[in-house]
């Protein structure tokens, strides 16, 4: 591509401010379109969330203990939920069976733990499940906090099921791919199925630099 020669400072200053306005327009634009589809994939799905009591390693123990416990009946519970509102109201429904086993758990281990254990708004970070990418952002989850919840957490996606696949967890069956699938849009399969690098290359910067090479 030929670009135009800088003549004067003067024009290179212009010239500059020009792709830095432009450079910021777009990345603005970029920023709003990924808001608006982060906030559509999380209509669509439901987040599994476990905070462990603290980060020594008989808590965080524990936690994955109480993670494969409720996950294994919420697996079992939601296999015929044939879609997210249905899935939120078998949640709801079992909220007290999944604390008595949370509860079950602890007391088994010889902890006497209090559980506590809600649907709720969560912000999560970016997250990837094997080819899967989640975007940063607020998201319903079934959130279980465990003691004083101060210790690292786990987290996954509860519905369309991308937890219990087997017993590593974040392994994505051709199920999972297939109910991610029909309840995302295309775009929105898409996104998740990137590489999670959300950076944004804009044309502009090439531009620039073309403009200062040829100088």
Request: aromatic fraction near 12%; charge should be negative.
């Amino acid at each position: 591509m030929k670009f135009p020669t800088i003549k004067t400072k003067k024009d290179s200053l212009y010239i500059t401010l020009f792709f830095l306005f432009s450079i910021a327009c777009i990345a603005g634009l970029r920023y709003e379109q990924r808001l608006e589809m982060q906030k559509g994939i999380a209509e669509k799905i439901i987040r599994f969330h476990v905070i462990a009591n603290s980060d020594t390693k008989e808590d965080q123990d524990l936690k994955l203990a109480v993670r494969d416990a409720v996950g294994i009946k919420m697996s079992g519970l939601l296999k015929d939920a044939a879609d997210r509102s249905r899935s939120e109201a078998v949640i709801r429904k079992n909220m007290e069976d999944m604390k008595q086993t949370a509860e079950k758990v602890i007391a088994e281990r010889g902890y006497d733990y209090d559980v506590d254990i809600c649907l709720t708004d969560t912000d999560f970070p970016v997250k990837t499940y094997g080819a899967y990418t989640f975007p940063a952002g607020n998201y319903e989850a079934l959130e279980i906090v465990i003691g004083a919840g101060k210790g690292h957490n786990w987290w996954c996606v509860m519905y369309p099921n991308m937890c219990f696949s087997d017993t590593m967890y974040e392994v994505i069956d051709e199920d999972a791919r297939s109910s991610l699938k029909r309840v995302l849009s295309e775009d929105e399969y898409q996104q998740v199925l990137a590489s999670g690098d959300y950076q944004v290359k804009f044309k502009s910067f090439e531009i620039l630099k073309g403009l200062y090479d040829e100088k």
